[in-house]
């Protein structure tokens, strides 16, 4: 059965793709994530999501608009940051689901234990109804470490926040 996986980089794939191919999916990656900043981290993450999906045999659409004011002029507007982030997100994944006739959509967000599952899994129910596809909640947490260490096995690019400048100036500004 297909499913749409959002993809937000390729070491945090390499888990979710293994599970859903496990659980008998296979998932078609879509990559959509305006909120990457700066533009040079958004490119390199394309490209590392690129040569892990030639590894792993893994179909892969890309949609490299950088909609960087969009996605600041949203997350200014909500008092969580990361609700407007998933909602951008998830959104766009839903009606790309629906626009290419899959019926069901999840995110690798859920593999970090940085994110806010219970949020993710709201704002991905809400986007599914309004779409018509259903977003499928998985915990992939539990594989986490095993996609940190296949990730630097492979030699792919490990980005050292979550991608925002928010979460970047949060995770360097406490070094100081």
């Known amino acids: 059965m297909r499913i749409l996986l959002h993809v937000c980089c390729g070491p945090c ?16 990656a879509y990559f959509f994530n305006p909120n990457i900043h700066p533009y040079r981290e958004f490119s390199r993450r394309i490209e ?22 969009d996605f600041l002029a949203a997350a200014m507007r909500e008092t969580n940051r990361c609700l407007a ?3 951008m997100r998830l959104e766009q994944a839903a009606s790309y689901a629906a626009e290419t006739g899959l019926t069901r959509f999840t995110t690798t967000l859920l593999v970090s234990p940085y994110q806010q599952h219970e949020l993710i899994r ?9 779409y018509g596809v259903a ?14 260490v296949e990730s630097r096995a492979l030699n792919l690019y490990r980005q050292p926040y979550c991608g ?8 360097y500004l406490k070094k100081r």
């Open 48 to 69: 590392t999501l690129r040569e892990y999906s030639t590894l792993a045999g893994l179909e892969l659409v890309i949609d490299d608009r950088y909609l960087l004011e």
């Open 122 to 130: 709201k704002v991905g129910e809400e986007a599914g109804a309004r």
């Open 135 to 148: 977003f499928e909640y998985f915990d992939f947490r539990p594989g986490w470490p095993e996609g940190v």
């Open 13 to 28: 794939a390499i888990y979710p793709v293994k599970f859903l191919r496990q659980s008998g999916y296979e998932p078609l």
């Open 164 to 171: 925002c400048i928010f979460s970047e100036r949060d995770r």
């Open 85 to 87: 982030c998933y909602r």
